[in-house]
């Protein structure tokens, strides 16, 4: 259960508590526990593969019989009746059916009643519960269930509105037109209608955000990202960091020969040979030289990157690093103006920056703190505290955004503003606002082209002196997020690859493009030197909400590529000089050895844009890689990149199936780039960067034998732009979160949420192991091994998991299936306890069920294997096995939420109280209270049992207040979905 940078169970806890203090009847007084109790246990969907288990969900689930359903599934237009039969069979389907002693079926929506108030899970997608779907899910309409559940919301349940909780859910994605919707030809249309949805959504995701907008009618209410921090060093950077203060003060040549000694050992066990290359073999001057301007300031740099402190709660401000949050909104130019004064040169120096910041927010005047703290004054200085006086009380009227969701059950107006980055963009804040990004017909803007033509200087640059030639093609990554970020630096990079550029209005907006003459292209050498550069070809790879948002700029793009290949053509330009027109006849001949007609040919020899087909989403290989039983080699999951991502797009042709053509144009390429413009998201906080990135790394090594060189446009400091290998960027991103034990503290804040963190980024790294096997070192699995298995910090992780045994368990599981498929050469003795521990876990308990370990037979005679091996004792794994005590729980961002069996009943209707309900109650791993037998809960006809409950509930009938009481369901999204749905009286 969770979105993105959200603690979900506590945001809700704060969100339910204020509905009911403005006059909603909720009639469970709640705590974290024992609301996330009763999500764990009541807010599930239940796997196809243990159908059984459906029963102990039957006291608190809404039931609809099977032919009631068919009569709502019938009103579909045919073609959409068709759709869903041709994937998942005749009405009521498999997933969550329910057959009774009769043989009758309904489908079971699981549900919290609350009273006026519901919380229900957003069916699962069903990729997981069907291969077919998983590998060929290109246009996979909804499943039965999931249509039910929607038809139920709208004619059943009558709510008045939906809150989909968090960053984010299934209903926006689904097939259909890009925009402006068909209530009879996309599903997003077709199950929402006309009901009003509400959407808490993280305030530096707007293009996300935007879809969420136009493909599900969403009002959005944004919210604040977790403080962003520096992340300071610790462990042996902090060692390296002293050591290499000690050798450059050293005067004894022993000493210094030592010290070089202790250096380099450590530079080693970091790995930072993978950032910053091999030393060993430096003399002592290029090694002093390097340690002063190279080493010691990308220390400097790992300390003074931003990290996010543990996850939001809505509505809450986090007052205690509230400071440091501030510094990093105010940016480079307060440090600078502060070190007119005051040298800050070491990361331990910035205190004096929180000084001077904390004194004005506790009410000292802006001369007085200066006169205070630095004995002196500064214009600059003034003007930066005053921002920072600003900022501060603009983060605490943060507190708005619950009060901003309830405005918006009412019909009030939320207010536009611009969404984004809170460092980038500080005025995106104070939250709570319906947010919105930019004109796009601005992108790329002339700033965005200033930064676009440094980077890919840059970038040709380094490749050309390390080669000693210029690279045939590049791949760009375009997202709409990104977009919305940077204002189009990766758009401009591509048309600058090619030797294109814009041409503006006078109002600013891009209105065509033009060529860039070949005698302009020019690249400054690192020792001075001008040299002239080629156009260079490239390939796009498109996400599908970048293709519906930005198509004019696609559409552009392609124009300038068809330009240049007309210089070709005319024989203007050769393909010594011009390598798109050299590709074209490449790609050409191809296809007409393939079959296509000298026309067909020519056409789509010309195309360099691709994305999913139209009215899809993601490259799919995120799942494929996370399901890692159902495939052996890399092989299967490059060919269905190809599939999946293989559709051409052009200014005649938009989203033809063309993966031949995508294959030969990945064929050629040398360099693969993303963007990466946000202080919160990173490449490992999520699953997007690796499945388009690794994906097309994974893609081209497939064809061609060997991994593209990969790059990150870092843009997070839009003053500082640059160009980072992906390890670079990878391993900084490591050691300022994910193995710093100040990020690991900032997760332990948030118990169940904080665990959920961990286990997604094991997931994200085993993602990058499979896609760019070079980037993740069995070193740096040992590491993760030592820090969130072992507890190498010491900070309790073995008494924090308790709030979550299933995310441990789920990590461990990883691990043994990573060593299962030879990615990590784990030492014996780490295969052994990872082994023990798992067995533990399940016995204490119970089995988790993700996408690694339920039908996981192979882990599970893997994981025996070793333990018995150790034991002495030959043990067969029987298929039953795999069935025993696992439960699969869906979510709607495709995740898990991981549950024991069996599962007791909660019931949370007035007239019962929760069943072992105590102040103690505590989120899993509880003693579990006794229920009946399933064989006597016996379902009632949907007309005798209102809104087809399991169980009969008389509730008196509710007053109409003066402030009207409307139905209202809140869908928690990214693992679990749950909607709050204001039941009316009737």
């Known amino acids: ?299 400097h740099e790992l300390a003074d990157t931003l990290m996010p402190e543990g996850l939001h709660i809505l509505g809450k401000v986090d007052t205690e690093h509230i400071v440091e949050f501030i510094v990093a909104m105010l940016g480079e130019e307060f440090k600078e103006n502060v070190s007119k004064i005051w040298p800050i040169k070491e990361p331990e120096d910035k205190e004096i920056l929180y000084k001077l910041v904390r004194e004005v927010i506790n009410g000292t005047d802006h001369i007085e703190a200066q006169r205070k703290i630095l004995n002196a004054t500064d214009d600059g200085i003034t003007c930066n505290l005053k921002l920072a006086l600003k900022y501060y009380y603009d983060l605490l009227n943060c507190t708005i955004e619950v009060p901003r969701i309830l405005d918006a059950l009412e019909g009030k107006y939320i207010p536009p503003k611009i969404g984004g980055d809170p460092v980038r963009k500080p005025d995106a804040i104070p939250t709570g606002n319906n947010f919105y990004s930019l004109d796009p017909r601005t992108i790329p803007t002339k700033e965005a082209w200033k930064v676009a033509r440094k980077i890919v200087d840059d970038l040709i640059r380094s490749y050309y002196e390390k080669h000693g030639e210029f690279p045939e093609k590049i791949a760009y990554v375009l997202w709409a997020t990104e977009t919305m970020r940077n204002y189009g630096v990766m758009q401009a990079a591509v048309l600058y690859t090619i030797g294109v550029e814009p041409v503006w209005d006078k109002k600013g907006r891009v209105k065509d493009v033009r060529l860039i003459p070949l005698s302009d292209l020019n690249l400054t050498l690192s020792d001075g030197s001008v040299i002239q550069r080629p156009r260079i070809d490239v390939v796009v790879v498109s996400s599908g909400l970048h293709r519906d948002t930005f198509p004019h700029i696609m559409q552009l793009i392609d124009k300038a590529i068809k330009l240049v290949i007309e210089e070709g053509i005319k024989g203007n330009e050769s393909s010594e000089w011009n390598y798109i027109y050299k590709h074209y006849l490449d790609i050409k001949e191809k296809l007409l050895k393939k079959g296509y007609s000298k026309v067909e040919a020519d056409d789509l020899a010309k195309l360099r844009i691709f994305a999913p087909s139209p009215g899809n989403y993601g490259t799919g290989l995120d799942d494929i890689i996370a399901v890692s039983y159902t495939w052996e080699n890399e092989g299967k999951l490059a060919e269905y990149f190809l599939s999946r991502v293989g559709f051409a797009y052009g200014g005649d042709i938009w989203g033809i199936e063309a993966s031949d053509l995508f294959r030969f144009n990945l064929e050629d390429v040398n360099i693969a780039v993303h963007s990466r413009s946000t202080n919160l998201y990173g490449i490992l906080d999520n699953d997007d960067v690796f499945q388009y990135l690794g994906g097309i790394a994974l893609t081209v090594r497939y064809l061609k034998g060997e991994t593209p060189e990969t790059f990150i446009f870092n843009l997070r400091n839009p003053n500082k732009p640059k160009v980072q290998t992906l390890s670079e960027f990878f391993m900084t991103e490591l050691y300022t979160r994910y193995l710093n034990p100040k990020w690991i503290k900032g997760m332990l804040e948030h118990d169940y949420a904080g665990a959920r963190e961990m286990m997604k980024l094991v997931e994200h790294l085993w993602g990058w192991e499979v896609t760019v096997p070079d980037l993740v070192s069995d070193k740096m699995w040992n590491r993760f091994y030592e820090i969130y298995v072992q507890d190498k910090y010491n900070l309790g992780l073995d008494k924090f998991f308790e709030n979550n045994p299933y995310a441990k368990q789920s990590i461990i599981a990883r691990m043994l299936e990573a060593i299962r498929k030879g990615y990590w050469k784990a030492p014996e003795k780490v295969k052994i306890e990872l082994a023990k521990e798992l067995k533990r876990l399940q016995e204490l308990y119970g089995f988790t069920c993700c996408h690694h370990t339920c039908g996981n037979l192979k882990l599970m005679e893997f994981t025996e294997g070793i333990l018995s091996l150790e034991t002495g004792k030959i043990k067969e794994v029987k298929e039953e096995k795999v069935e025993e005590k696992r439960r699969y729980i869906g979510g709607g961002g495709g995740g898990y939420v991981i ?60 007053r109409v207040p003066s402030t009207p009481i409307f139905v209202l369901i809140i869908i928690i999204l990214a693992v679990v979905l749950f909607y709050i749905g204001m039941r009316r009286a009737r």
């Open 899 to 958: 549950m024991p069996t069996p599962t007791p009943i909660v019931t949370a209707t007035p007239e019962k109280k929760l069943a072992n309900e105590s102040d103690e109650l505590g989120g899993v791993g509880l003693e579990k209270p006794k229920v009946e037998s399933t064989e006597k809960q016996k379902p009632k006809e949907a007309e005798k049992v209102k809104g087809y409950k399991i169980e009969k509930v008389e509730k008196p009938p509710l």
């Open 1 to 299: 259960i969770g979105a993105s940078y959200l603690d979900v169970p506590a945001s809700l806890e704060v969100l339910l508590n204020a509905m009911k203090e403005r006059g909603y009847k909720v009639n469970v007084s709640f705590n974290k526990s024992k609301l996330i109790y009763l999500l764990k246990h009541q807010g599930i969907n239940i796997g196809t593969w243990k159908k059984d288990e459906i029963k102990e969900l039957l006291n608190t689930s809404v039931l609809i019989p099977a032919e009631k359903y068919e009569m709502w599934f019938n009103e579909l237009p045919e073609e959409k009746r068709k759709e869903v039969i041709e994937w998942w069979g005749e009405p009521p389907g498999e997933i969550m059916v329910y057959e009774d002693e009769k043989g009758k079926k309904y489908i079971v929506i699981p549900v919290i009643d609350l009273g006026n108030v519901i919380l229900a899970p957003q069916p699962t997608r069903g990729w997981l519960q069907d291969q077919k779907a998983l590998y060929h899910n290109k246009e996979l309409p909804p499943h039965h269930q999931y249509i039910a559940f929607y038809f139920w919301l709208t004619r059943e349940f009558k709510a008045d509105a939906i809150i989909h909780f968090g960053t984010h859910g299934t209903l926006e994605w689904l097939p259909g037109k890009e925009t402006g919707l068909s209530v009879k030809d996309c599903w997003p249309a077709i199950l929402i209608q006309d009901l009003p949805v509400i959407y808490p959504y993280i305030m530096d995701n707007v293009g996300e955000g935007t879809q969420a907008k136009r493909r599900g009618v969403a009002v959005i209410v944004d919210h604040l990202t977790p403080p962003l921090i520096s992340s300071g060093l610790y462990g042996n950077l902090s060692i390296l960091h002293e050591k290499i203060h000690q050798y450059e003060q050293a005067q004894d040549e022993a000493v210094k020969k030592e010290l070089r000694k202790t250096i380099e050992k450590l530079y080693y066990e970091l790995e930072l040979d993978k950032v910053l290359g091999n030393i060993s073999q430096l003399s002592d001057a290029e090694f002093e030289e390097f340690v002063e301007k190279e080493l010691h300031e990308y220390l």
